[in-house]
Antibody, heavy 130, light 107 residues
Framework: QITLKESGPTLVKPTQTLTLTCTFS??????????VGWIRQPPGKALEWLAL???????RYSPSLKSRLTITKDTSKNQVVLTMTNMDPVDTATYYC??????????????????????WGKGTTVTVSS | DIQMTQSPSSLSASVGDRVTITCRAS??????LNWYQQKPGKAPKLLIY???SLQSGVPSRFSGSGSGTDFTLTISSLQPEDFATYYC?????????FGQGTKLEIK
């Protein structure tokens, strides 16, 4: 059974750096194809994808936030860490981490893959305020 | 970025109704389209992946269709527990994007 849990500060001041940790179980981030992503949701607003890290340490970031985000993994601890610099009140949101699932399609030898976030943590709420 | 636009933004329906939500991509995304359900105060839940594949454990009244730029999520007979917000998400690009959501409310 895959589970994920987010942790970190509930309140940060403007201009500070936010560090969030996703601790997971039920899978290994050293297994080929595995990924863990971060998604956030401001109060009353839509989901916004932030970043994803792959088993091979490849990383992807939201283009609009790329300059402020860093995602790293600690495979031995089963953790993924997201840092976001220069926090602003508009960054107030619930932050989720999620497991990236994969489904193979197509004929053998010519497979292609579909990706989706199939298991989510419960989220952690971060407020940015002085 | 690939932009995802859902319609309608909100919808009122009754238990037993058939409901369709539409998602349009700003460019072709083949079948790289997922649907999620989110209830207040809860994390999103995966319903449909690859445009039309039902996630394990999801009731069969949920179905997805479409490819290219136009997709639909259909609930064949609304149940009380289906009143929630629904999001589409494209995974064609490594820069993932979500739709703005469709809130399904009780009439």
């Amino acid at each position: 059974q895959i589970t994920l849990k987010e942790s970190g500060p509930t309140l940060v001041k403007p201009t500070q750096t936010l560090t969030l940790t996703c601790t997971f179980s039920g899978f290994s981030l050293s297994t080929s194809g595995v990924g863990v992503g971060w998604i956030r949701q401001p109060p009353g607003k839509a989901l916004e994808w932030l970043a994803l890290i792959y088993w091979n340490d490849d990383k992807r970031y939201s283009p609009s936030l790329k300059s402020r985000l860093t995602i790293t993994k600690d495979t031995s601890k089963n953790q993924v860490v997201l840092t976001m610099t220069n926090m602003d009140p508009v960054d107030t949101a619930t932050y989720y981490c999620a497991h990236r699932g994969i489904a193979a399609a197509g004929p053998a030898g010519s497979e292609y893959y579909y990706y989706y976030m199939d298991v989510w943590g419960k989220g952690t709420t971060v407020t940015v305020s002085s | 970025d690939i932009q995802m636009t859902q319609s309608p933004s909100s919808l009122s329906a009754s238990v037993g109704d058939r409901v369709t939500i539409t998602c349009r991509a700003s460019q072709s995304i083949s079948s790289y389209l997922n649907w999620y359900q989110q209830k207040p105060g809860k994390a999103p839940k995966l319903l449909i992946y690859a445009a039309s594949s039902l996630q394990s454990g999801v009731p069969s009244r949920f179905s997805g269709s479409g490819s290219g730029t136009d997709f639909t999520l259909t609930i064949s007979s609304l149940q009380p527990e289906d009143f929630a917000t629904y999001y589409c998400q494209q995974s064609y690009s490594t820069s993932v994007t979500f739709g703005q959501g469709t809130k399904l409310e009780i009439k």
